[in-house]
């Protein structure tokens, strides 16, 4: 037992110490005409280690484990995940030579599954996205493994009150700018577990900042926040890391202000134009988190309500070549990027 607790404590050590090698995510400007008296900021998730906003959601969800006691040296790891989590999860099992499963979607775009590989992880693919659950949950019962399960305990495992968590960054990253209490925070949901922290955090702190989730196409999450029911079903989503068939665990809707609900052909659209007018090249849930962002800036203008909007970049857009960045793919898809094109333009300067 004294060996196991020695080695959990030089696992946390471990854990942290990556943390603590990396200086916080950017946040951008993103340049609006000086006329409109809106600030929109970009947070930049996708200079973490493994590329994405789920680096933090990982070592939390590692950290956790560890201190649970749930993770020990010979633990084997899974995770049900569409990609981006289990990236970040293979990465961090790789640093405590722990053995990692992830359990996707065979629709999962190779970029990503190479990269799970490339950090050290294992595949089991499965044909339905809505089977991810159960296959997951059922390796994790054997003898030795543990199923995080992220999508039940995403909003558990961050502290929402502080420790560095993505809604404190923000806030201490605004302090300087010439509105530091955003009138928006706007994000996406996938296990809801960001949307949950910045919520909590924002009352915990008795910020007056509101807080939007940018919900796409085909995703349960948004007919469940005006509805009140959580047992709303939908398609899912094709913005792969937000929007889901069900409504997991993890998403809490009362800490949410506003869902709005974004086209395909907009997130796509407004991912593209991002990197036209930036060169900032993200990911399509980067695209839905814009263009509701801009929805915000544009409703503050009208109102003539000077402040400022923050939203975040998700994750590296590189591994989306040969989708979302793909002209073929996307019109094998049906999706009309000229319309979400008409939609986004007169918000972009």
Known sequence: MADHRDWVHRAVRIVEADANRSADTHLRVFDLPASWGVRLYLKDESVHPTGSLKHRLARSLFLFGLANGDIGPHTTLVEASSGSTAVSEAYFARLLGLEFVAVVPAQTSAAKLDLIRREGGRLHLVEDPG??????????????????????????????????????SIFEQMALEPHPEPEWIVVGAGTGGTSATIGRYCRYQQHATKLAVADPEGSAFAQAWRTGSRDVTAAGSRIEGIGRPRVEP??????????????????????????????????????????????????????????????????????????YYSDAWVAAKGIDLDAGRAVLEPFFP
């Open 131 to 168: 089977a991810v659950y159960a296959a997951a949950e059922e390796l994790g019962a054997r003898d030795g493994w543990f199923y995080f399960d992220q999508f039940a305990t995403a909003s558990t495992v961050t502290d929402w009150r502080g420790n560095n968590n993505i809604a404190c």
């Open 250 to 323: 993890s998403f809490v809707p009362s800490v949410i202000d506003e869902v709005l609900s974004v086209p395909d052909a907009e997130s796509i659209a407004a991912m593209r134009m991002l990197f036209e007018r930036t060169g900032i090249r993200a990911g399509a849930s980067t695209g839905t988190n814009l263009s509701a962002a801009l929805r915000l800036v544009d409703r503050m203008r009208r109102a003539d309500r000077p402040g400022s909007v923050v939203t975040l970049v998700c994750d590296d857009g590189n591994r989306y070549l040969d989708t």
